[in-house]
Every structure is written in structure tokens, then in C-alpha cells.
């Protein structure tokens, strides 16, 4: 009995230890911050308004004009299109947005995110509705759509899994969706569908989206994103206004990254060249193209994937008229990853008839080159893309990723 209570009052001290020991906080996690013109401040995130963004570095405090800001990361967010059993809301701007809970009704959906709490669209602004079973992705559902050639048409599109195993695309009207059924409007007669049985949900474009003015691009940890209209930050959590939807609040740790909209700069992918001059070794070119590799994937320098940017092969030249509107422009230069190590060419910027730029000589097995060039008084601009030393053009994909003009 003595020994009993012993162990019971040990226990008890233990216990009592256990809970006094202070709790460790998280860390606070750093954000880097890159202006447009590719200046780049680390540190703890302070305040974020609508007119300037305060860090706190190693140097001291430090403050940048929002319309400075290019983008602000903290963390690589995931991609919620591969995570098995997740539901997805593709909007019709092209994010994606991790969802549970959805019903639609009266011409909107509704939804909840794990971090932004409940949202509803309208229909106009869904583009797809992807419903994978527990053993599937919404990535799954996407290829498998593909196979059968099941896609958004005049219509909308429910996709729907047989008893047989095979997949149907049924277009028709959406009407509603709770947490069993879909109502569907099918050969003008209102059809029921079981909800587990339901993969996709491909919604008719409602004709031409309306240019609608938002301040940036908000990307979560778990990779959904969503445009704002205004995103402020204090006291560790960020108030955002949703494009299309209301006003929430997230804590500091669901931020992976901001991508802002400036007045300021204009990707170069946009533009579209006076003139065009490409051709290969042998006569055969390999087109260039916007915001893709020249082999057509993703543009993937260093390990990074970069949704804007130019896919340029030996030999190319670009010419744009700038009339003088632009100070520089800044890229990311290099061979795609994708070819890597292969790949040797020599990159040239002129201005109005003068190199502006020492040419650049990159190789699949050199690093990708951060370029600034200086674009003040230039009207014509040319990228010529030319064969290295191995005078080939084997393996000469070029990349300018990220490439931006600089007002």
C-alpha cells in the first residue's frame, strides 16, 4: 500500500512537472518580398495595408510601396490536385480551391475551405467541380476525363461512374446539389444522381467573363488559391476580401504566397513581336511560345515552375516596338530543365540597333542567370537567341522566365 501511494504521488509530481514546462511557440515564418524590379527583402512579416508592406530584417525595419510588390512567399505550397479523396473548386479564373460541404443552389456554389471558412460563387465564376472517390485525386479525375475525351461543352458536363466501371459525360443543366443528389436538367425533364456516384462537374462558360479589376492572387499552403480585391495583415492573421465572394480571415501559417497586380509592369508574354525570324541548324525551327517551354511543358528553371515567361529556341529573334515606354526588363535566364545538361546557346538584348547587354552564354550545365536589362529611350527591342560554342542548336531550349517590363 505504501509503495502505492508512492508511485501515485510520483506520478502526480510528474504529471504537475510536465504541465509547467513552458510551451514552445511556433516560429514565425519569414516571408521574402520581391519588388517588380526584383529587389528582395527577408524577414518577419509586421503589417500589411492597402498602400505599403513592413518587414522586419536583419537591417531593421524596412517598408515597401504595395505598388512596388511583386510577390510575397513564406512557404511552397502543395498541390491540391493530387491529394486522394480532396474535392476541388476550379474557378474561372483557373485556381484551385481545396472544398468540402458542397451544395449548389440558385445559380451558386457553395462551399468550405479548410482556411478561407465558407464561400460561395456564382456560377458564372466555376469553371469545374472535381468529386474523386477516396482512392482517387481530382488529378485522376482530370486524366481520366482526358482519355475519354470528356469536356466542358456548350452544356454543362456531369461525369458520371457505372456500375460497369466506365465513366459517362451527361451535359444538360445543373440545378442543385445537396449532400445526396444532383438535380439535373436532362432532355427537358429534371434527373436525379446519386452524389458518390458523381466525379466531375464541368459548368457551360455564361459567355465572356467580364474584366474585372483585383489586387492580386492569394496562394495557401495546401495550394488553394483565390484573386482579392483588398489583403491586409495584423496581429498574425490576414484579412482578405474574395474576388466573387466575402470577407474572411486566415492565420499567418496558411500563407504560402501573394502575387500582386501592378500598374506597373506588363509581362513580356503579353506583347506580341513586330517581328518573328527562327529557324534551326537544318532549316527546321522550333516555334517559341509564351508562358511555355518550346517543348511545351511548364517552364522549369532551377527547380522552379514559372507560369509567365518565353520558350525561345537557337535560332530566334524577337523584335518588339516599346516606344520608349519602359525603364527595364528582368528575367530569369537559362536552359529548361527538362533538356538539362544538354543545351548551349548565347543570348543577346539590343536596343534600337546597339547591344545593351554583354551577350549571355548559358549552358544546360551552368546555373540560370538573374538578367536586369536597362530599357530607358528604347523603342525597338530585339531577343536574339543564337547557337553556342558547339555551333548546334541541339538542346537549346531557352527560357527568359519570369520575364517583366518595367514602366
Not at 550545365?365 to 541541339?394: E, M, N
Request: glycine share 10%.
Amino acid at each position: 500500500m505504501r509503495n502505492l501511494t508512492a508511485a501515485i504521488f510520483l506520478g502526480l509530481v510528474s504529471v504537475a512537472m510536465v504541465s509547467a514546462q513552458p510551451t514552445t511557440k511556433p516560429a514565425t515564418p519569414q516571408v521574402r518580398a520581391e519588388t517588380v524590379d526584383a529587389r528582395v527583402s527577408v524577414g518577419r512579416l509586421v503589417a500589411l495595408s492597402d498602400v505599403e508592406v513592413t518587414l522586419k530584417t536583419e537591417k531593421g525595419v524596412e517598408k515597401t510601396a504595395l505598388l512596388d510588390l511583386a510577390e510575397m512567399t513564406s512557404a511552397t505550397p502543395g498541390n491540391p490536385l493530387t491529394v486522394v479523396g480532396r474535392q476541388i473548386v476550379k474557378t474561372a479564373a483557373g485556381g484551385h480551391v481545396t472544398a468540402s460541404a458542397l451544395t449548389v443552389a440558385d445559380g451558386k456554389v457553395h462551399f468550405t475551405n479548410p482556411s478561407l471558412g465558407k464561400i460561395t460563387f456564382a456560377f458564372s465564376r466555376v469553371a469545374a467541380m472535381y468529386l474523386p472517390p477516396s482512392n482517387q485525386s481530382a488529378a485522376d479525375v482530370l486524366s481520366k476525363c482526358a482519355s475519354l475525351e470528356i469536356e466542358p461543352g456548350d452544356q454543362d458536363v456531369v461525369v458520371v461512374a457505372q456500375k460497369s466501371g466506365g465513366w459517362l459525360g451527361i451535359e444538360g443543366i445543373v440545378k442543385s446539389i445537396d449532400d445526396k443528389m444532383l438535380t439535373f436538367s436532362w432532355k427537358g425533364a429534371d434527373r436525379k444522381i446519386g452524389l458518390p456516384s458523381i466525379r466531375a462537374i464541368f459548368l457551360a462558360p455564361t459567355g465572356s467573363p467580364k474584366a474585372e479589376k483585383f489586387k492580386g492572387v492569394l496562394t495557401l499552403r495546401d495550394g488553394s488559391s483565390v484573386r482579392f480585391a483588398s489583403l491586409t495583415y495584423s496581429k498574425g492573421a490576414f484579412s482578405v476580401s474574395m474576388v466573387g465572394s466575402g470577407e474572411t480571415k486566415i492565420a499567418e501559417g496558411d500563407m504560402a504566397a501573394v502575387k500582386f497586380v501592378s500598374d506597373r509592369v506588363v509581362n513580356l508574354s503579353d506583347l506580341k513581336p513586330q517581328a518573328v525570324k527562327q529557324h534551326g541548324l537544318l532549316d527546321t525551327a522550333m516555334a517559341w511560345r509564351a508562358n511555355r517551354s518550346v517543348s511545351g511543358g511548364a517552364i522549369l528553371l532551377g527547380g522552379r515552375s514559372f507560369s509567365t515567361g518565353l520558350g525561345l529556341h537557337s535560332f530566334c529573334e524577337l523584335t518588339y516596338n516599346l516606344d520608349a515606354e519602359y525603364k527595364s526588363l528582368i528575367a530569369i535566364v537559362g536552359i529548361d530543365d527538362v533538356i538539362r545538361p544538354g543545351g548551349d546557346a548565347n543570348v543577346t538584348f539590343v536596343g534600337d540597333g546597339k547591344e545593351i547587354l554583354a551577350p549571355l552564354r548559358i549552358t544546360g550545365k551552368g546555373k540560370p542567370q538573374a538578367v536586369r536589362v536597362s530599357l530607358a529611350g528604347v523603342k525597338t527591342f530585339i531577343i536574339r537567341v543564337d547557337y553556342g560554342k558547339d555551333l548546334l542548336d541541339v538542346g537549346d531550349h531557352v527560357d527568359l522566365a519570369g520575364a517583366r517590363l518595367i514602366k
